[in-house]
């Protein structure tokens, strides 16, 4: 597994990044297997012996569940795991926006100093850690300046707390705002080949900053990856409910796979392979946080980083990809 720097903090890790949003469960994952912790702890454990040593999580991710089973899971090995975790979204009061209700718990988002500074405090209980190493804001708000966020990330940095600072859910105004205050190393986006914007403007002012784009949704939540049949249909308040889920828009997104799964089948490399490997043809910043919490996935995941896709086929993808884009938005399905 190749091996990236996150920005200019001195952290290393590996390029690709579990995300365990999933492993958190909740409402936002409830229709999408059945709940296997053990299973959950094994992916966990294994990954760093894989070349793997790099975790995503959140707060929220089943409202401070996915935190927790990293905590015990990491419990004596934390040294050898690089940890992203989030601030800005909570549900321990009502103090700020309300952002949304899930898993019977109303989230709020605030960005203000003493909240976040609250956060903090929480993942690192939850993670049983005394430190983070990639700290995000989850998602941006007009409602705290900049400066004021930032301040205080950048005094939880020199207590040591963090290591590093990202943002994510954001837009180049975000990160330059935030970068005239003091030092960002990581942007956390949606990107893969039916959600291309990041990879226009936003991904080059990463790039002008050496700022690592530190992409979820690879396999949009799972449909690129050749498991969601004809008849899927999310359940209500699932993280699948994006556009590209729509069963009316199935049978065109099944047709694509097929076209994927022809290309897929020269490089000797699984569809899930074929939608990383695209993503991460589009730039050497870009380094994939993907959602995993079975073993094979994770064994068949990193076989992506092998595929190097050629520029035709890279095309071939985004034709494809586009029609389909046209085709959605041409329907109010
Ligand atoms: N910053 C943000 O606002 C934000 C938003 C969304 C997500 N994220 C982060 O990004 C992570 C992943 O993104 P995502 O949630 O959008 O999901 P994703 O990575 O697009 O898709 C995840 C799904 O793909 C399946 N999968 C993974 N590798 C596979 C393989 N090789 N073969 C077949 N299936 C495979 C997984 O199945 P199994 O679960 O069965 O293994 C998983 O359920 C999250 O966990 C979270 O850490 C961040």
Redesign the pocket.
Known sequence: MRRIHIGTSGIEASAMTI????MGGGTAWGS??ARDEAEYVKVLHAAPDLGVDFI???PV?GTGHSEELIGKALAGRRSKYVIST?CGIHWRDTDGVREYERDGKTAYRNLAAYSIRKDLEDSLRRLQTDYVDLY?T??QSDDTPVEETMGELLRMKQEGKIRAIGI??SKPAHLEAYLRVGRVDAV?E?F?VLDRAFGGGYLDLCSQHGVIAHC???????LL?G?IGADYVPAPGS?QNSVWFRPALRSDILAMLDEFREIAGAYGC?L??LATAWVLSRSPLVTP??????M??LV??IKSFDVKLTPDDVSRMDCLAQSLANKAAATSV
């Open positions: 995300g365990t949003w999933e999408w297997g995503d999580t959140a991710y989030k995000y989850h998602r994510s859910k956390q949606e893969n979820y949704g690879s396999l949009a939540k799972g990856t498991r993280a699984s899930a392979n946080v993907i959602g995993i919490r079975r094979e996935s068949d995941s």
